[in-house]
């Protein structure tokens, strides 16, 4: 599976963005789906993740209630909305697909077999 990862941009805190993660070779729905990011300085910090068959996502607590991961199957694609963005949630998003995934290891990034370049989101005060 080839993941792109694409919509990053500068926004004012309060904003919107909605990032997009299109596969290429395989169905993205056959395979878990998460959303992992890194600020300058930090380590990699998991923020989403979905196990489609079963329809359960994992969020973490620091965008639950602002950010929601969904799909479109016709477009092979897997999308973030982050809502009431803060300063804190810039850094480079990136998207990853693994297959066989239990609920309780959607937020390790070892989790992961595929994974596409990042996208930059800053957020600016």
């Known amino acids: 599976v080839q993941l792109q990862a694409s919509g990053g941009g500068l926004v004012q805190a309060g904003g919107s963005l909605r990032l997009s993660c299109v596969a290429s070779?395989?169905?993205?729905?056959?395979?878990?789906t998460g959303w992992f990011r890194q600020a300058p300085g930090k380590e990699r910090e998991f923020v989403v993740g979905?196990?489609?068959?079963?329809?359960?996502?994992r969020y973490a607590d620091s965008v639950r209630g602002r950010f929601t991961i969904s799909r479109d199957r016709a477009k092979n694609t897997v999308y973030l909305q982050m809502n009431s963005l803060k300063p804190e949630d810039t850094a480079i998003y990136s998207c990853?697909?693994?297959?066989?995934?239990?609920?309780?290891?959607?937020?390790?990034?070892?989790?992961?077999?595929?994974w596409g370049q990042g996208t930059l989101v800053t957020v600016s005060s």
């Open positions: 990853a697909a693994g297959s066989r995934i239990i609920f309780s290891s959607l937020g390790l990034a070892s989790s992961y077999d595929y």
């Open positions: 070779g395989r169905t993205l729905s056959d395979y878990a």
């Open positions: 979905i196990r489609w068959s079963a329809g359960s996502a």
